[in-house]
Every structure is written in structure tokens, then in C-alpha cells.
């Protein structure tokens, strides 16, 4: 079976711009949630935030992008070119066009740029409305932008399941490599800070009310009431590794191993939720035991109901206690179809440099039977890593990630 | 002249910057008349984001057509400014 390594990362993360800065301040603990700027919370429920600090898309970006590109379109689309510049495949490399596809995961597509556009349309009438609404608002439209900008012509699409659909982007890309594509750039970035995507992500009643950054998103905690939305995600290359080891990619990061995905039953009906499943497919599809997983990135919900019913998955699969599980999205808030990509980032640095990152702010519940690192980075001989992600409406999905060697 | 004033090159330089933004390597400020709009890597698109920005300005109605099939500046200011006069001189 070909095998698939990631070669190449860029992150946007609301606690650090490009991969070293959100590594070091994720290692240290630093939170990068606030009260949202990018406009005025006040009259809502929920005023609390994680923004990518700091960016400036005039800096890293052509002119004739930026009145066609929604904020979140330019995070992806520079977060795919560090990507790319990483892997050294900035110019495509040795590939053809049609050997390289993009496939990311979106959940709102860009609603700032759409909310302008909307409000043009009712205050003004629709010759106001601009052009690039065409495509600017639209699920698919990071996949399009990074496909046009970079040249791949390979098999590319768009996968819309929440915050899973980070991991099936991931799953995605690998079939299509399976399938013949030599590199797809996949994962995802995501952001809908704007009155209208908040007004939908308040619809939901999953958001944290909190006011206190410190204590606003606190999964597997008797305190937990919520989570806290984010901007950004991560785009990783992954590539087929024969074609890798060919032309001697700079860096490796690790195999994407295994992959599973589950749909929960009908709410109401009584039976096991899908995420245990989905772990047992993801670990089966890796060829590991359960003992083999050196360390498990959390969904982390951040509801009682939800926490505990990962929690029960993971000692069903697990044992209690019988793994050291970790949530640096407690830094970033919930990135949706970003966050679990920024995960398996997060996976792979870990990884990398044998340290398990930190969970921010939490006082674990005793009655969950986790192993969660707190409070510092717990230093373990890592190869294999498994990362999980839930969408909302049922999506259950599991990624197994295992050092190069 | 009407009521409607003239589209200049000055003009369109801006609406175009506003409308679509501008290449690194293009030099819209320089001697554009007569230069490809895809040499100055304006698609199809930004060609109607720009006409539909100049009817809003200027109050007048363009056909599609006759913006994207433009293919320079000189064109194109030549068709606005044509649609200007039918519309004084109707």
C-alpha cells in the first residue's frame, strides 16, 4: 500500500503566526484567546474569541488577491504557500500540474466577505454586489484559490463536515495520493469572525458565555460550559513517499497512518455514540494496538455531555488512564474544519521533538479517568500519535500519525 | 459633452487598483493604453467587477459584453465613453 508522509506545514493559529511561533507558544502554554476585535461583541452572548494575531495580508499576498479573498482565504492561502515553501515545492517541484491536487475542509466558507456583500445587496441594490461573491463566500473557495495560485491541476475538492472534516480532508487527500496524485495540499483554515458567522455559531448554544479567557473553555473539567470559536487551522503537503524519498524532501514530518470515520446514531436512540468506533478503524487501518498510541489529541467539546462520552471512548479503547491525552485547542479555541489539521500539526511537532504539549487552564475531572497533560510539556518518547475530531450533527473521526523512520 | 463627464485613464487606473488590486510587476501607472488587460493580469472577471464599479459611479448601464471584450484600456474607455455620449446625445 503506498505510503504517505507529510512533508511540509503552515499554520495561522490564533496563538501564533507560522508553525515555530505556535509551536513555541503552545509548548510554553500561551493562550491566544480574547475578546474579539474584529468587531464589536457587545450585544452578544458570547464575546470571546481566538484571533491570528498579527497578520497582514498585504505583506504576503499579490494585490490583485485581495479584493477577491475573504480573511480566512488569505490565512489558507499563505498558510499553503509556508507549506509548500517548506516542502520545497514552491514552484511545484518535479511534479506535473495534474499530479498535485488541493483538497481542504471548510464549514462556513467566507461570511465576512459574504456579509458585505449581503448588506450591499439589501442596502443598495444588487449592482452593488461585487463580482467576487461569486466564489469569495463559497466552501470550495480555499481549495480554488491555493489550486490557481500554485498550479495544481490534480484531483481537488472540498469536504464540509465541522471540525471532522479536518481529518477526512487529511483522509481525502490520502485516497487521492492512493489513487495516483503524487502531493495534494490538504487540511484546512476556517474563520467566520464577523457578526453574521457569529450569529450562527451562537445558534448552536455549544459557545462559551464566559468572559474570562482563562477560564471561558475548560473540556474535561467539572467547570466546562461551552467552547471558544478560533480563526485559522493548518495546511499541510502530504505527499506519496516513494515520490518523496525520490527527490530527497527536506523534511519529514511523519506518515499519515490511519484513518477512520463514524456517523452517531439518531440523538434519542439509546446506543453508543460512533467515536469509539472510529478510533478502533483509525487504529486498525494503521496496523497498532491500542498500546502502540504514544499520545491522543482530544476533540474536547467542552460540554459535560460531549466530554464524557469521548472520555468513555477513549477508556473503552484505552483502559483508564491508559494514555496521555492532550487539548493545545484550549490555547486556540475551536478552529472548526481548522482545528483538527492544526491537531495533527500540533501531532507531528510532538512527534518531532519528543514533547506532548500542554492542556491550558484545566483541573481534570477525576471521575473522566484521563491521563490529560497540564499546566507543562511532558517529555515522552513519542512515535505515534492519534487525533480525534467530532463535527456537529453526528461526525465522528479519528487520524493516526506515525513519526518517519 | 452631456451630463456625463468623461472616463480618463486616471480614472480607470483607480477603479481597476479598487475593483481588482494590482499585480506585483504591473505598473499601472505607466504607459498602459494599449497593453492586454491579461498582460496586466486583469481576468474576465475583474474586467466586470471594474465595468460594474464605473456604472456605479458614473450612473450609466454597460452590457457585459462590451466590458470583458475589451481587451485594453483604450478599448474600454473608448466603449464607456461611447456609451456616455448615446446616452447625452438620446
Partial sequence: MTRIWVTGLGVTAPNGLGTDDYWAATLAGRSGLGRITRFDPARYPAQLAGEVPGFDARRHLPGRLIPQTDHMTRLALVAADWALAEAGLAGGGPYGEYEMGVVTAASSGGFEFGQRELQNLWSKGGRHVSAYQSFAWFYAVNTGQISIRNGMRGPSGVVVADQAGGLDALAQARRQIRRGARVIVSGGVDGSLCPWGWAAQLSTGALSTGDDPATAYLPFDRRAAGYVPGEGGAVLVLEDAESAARRDAPVRYGEVAGYGATFDPPPGSGREPGLRRAIEIALADAGTAAAGIDVVFADAAGLAGPDRAEAAALAAVFGPGGVPVTVPKTMTGRLYSGGAPLDVAAALLALRDGLIPPTVNVVPDPALGLDLVTGVPRPAPLKTALVLARGHGGFNSALVVRAAG | ?90
Fill in chain 2, 1 to 90: 459633452m452631456g451630463d456625463h463627464e468623461e472616463l480618463t485613464l486616471p480614472d480607470l487606473r483607480r477603479i481597476l487598483r479598487e475593483a481588482a488590486g494590482v499585480n506585483e510587476g504591473t505598473d499601472l501607472d505607466g504607459e498602459i493604453l494599449d497593453l492586454d488587460f491579461e498582460d496586466l493580469g486583469y481576468d474576465s472577471l475583474a474586467l466586470l467587477e471594474t465595468g460594474a464599479r464605473i456604472e456605479r459611479e458614473y450612473g450609466v448601464r454597460l452590457e457585459d459584453d462590451a466590458i470583458t471584450s475589451a481587451r485594453t484600456p483604450r478599448a474600454l474607455l473608448t466603449v464607456v465613453n461611447l456609451t456616455f455620449t448615446d446616452i447625452d446625445a438620446a
